[in-house]
């Protein structure tokens, strides 16, 4: 297996992938809309906000995470919101998807990131360093409707939180329905 960065990601290769990945585990209405979703943020993404990892084996891509900016009006750290990761429906449970998001994470340190950020299961992020915040210490950009979720890590020597928002993110994530 061999983990890199993509320098130039392809919509037409990434957001097929996380579309079948999705459609596999939560139904097709859900691959369709991760399939747009990753279009989106690859297409929108303002340049220096989309960052993406790819675990290829034999050519074949197993896993993917992608990282966007989180900004805060009011605190300057670099914030990256890790979203969506996806691992072939037959390759998960093997490790992968945490070897790619540590492999994700430090890259964003070195990038310059003080805080990433996730929402998703605690349980399976907490296996890579993150912990719960709440929406006061580190707000979202939309309303969660499920706020056990939100989850961060520190990727430098910085507090994590409080961050004090309001807190903007890409295009592509700002719809509530995400959230």
Known sequence: MTLSQLTQPDPDQLAPFFGAVF?????DEEGRILDALTRD?????????LWSFIAEDAGQIIGAILFTRLSYTKDPRFVALLAPVAVATDRQGRGIGQ?????GLNAMRATGADIAVTY???KYYS???FQPVTIDDLPPPQPLSMPIGWQAQSLSDALLTPVPGPASCVPGFDDPAHW
Do not use: M, N, R
Request: no cysteine; charged share 10%; hydrophobic share 30%.
């Open 23 to 27: 459609g596999a585990s939560e139904g």
């Open 41 to 49: 943020l690859l297409t929108t993404s303002p340049a220096g906000d």
């Open 127 to 129: 296996q890579v360093g």
């Open 99 to 103: 070897a790619l998001i540590t492999h």
């Open 120 to 122: 998703g299961d605690p």
